[in-house]
Nanobody
Framework: QLQLVESGGGSVQAGGSLRLSCVVS????????TAWFRQRPGEEREGLAV???????IYADSLEGRFTISKDNAKNIVYLQMNNVEPEDSGTYYC?????????????????????WGQGTQVTVSS
């Protein structure tokens, strides 16, 4: 059974850091891509970063280099390292997969391309 479970969210002050984890079961992150999304209250879900089996990464331009996606193939976990966070980074963070072995900038950060989602983890950044 395919499952994605996020953790690591919480409250942090602006300028601080958080590392989110997405524990994957049912597929190997060494074979299929995994992405991170964020949803702010009242807004649509937005793609942040995606990593493919060969560690090729695509990021949303809006992140300005503050976030890093990585994975541990042995543990089957995908991470999102969030640095220099801002109050605008508050929201629910989700990991997802569409079981694609490759990614492309034209579609890799579109939520409607993803069929499998975790339950989300909440991040609150205070100023």
């Amino acid at each position: 059974q395919l499952q994605l479970v996020e953790s690591g969210g919480g409250s942090v002050q602006a300028g601080g850091s958080l590392r989110l984890s997405c524990v994957v079961s049912g597929y190997a992150v060494s074979l299929y891509s995994t992405a991170w999304f964020r949803q702010r209250p009242g807004e649509e879900r937005e793609g942040l970063a995606v990593i493919d089996p060969k560690d090729y990464r695509i990021y949303a331009d809006s992140l300005e280099g503050r976030f890093t996606i990585s994975k541990d193939n042995a543990k089957n976990i995908v991470y999102l390292q969030m640095n220099n966070v801002e109050p605008e980074d508050s929201g629910t963070y989700y990991c997802a997969t569409d079981l694609a072995p490759i990614i492309h900038a034209s579609w890799a950060l579109r939520p409607n391309k993803y069929a499998y989602w975790g339950q989300g983890t909440q991040v609150t950044v205070s100023s």
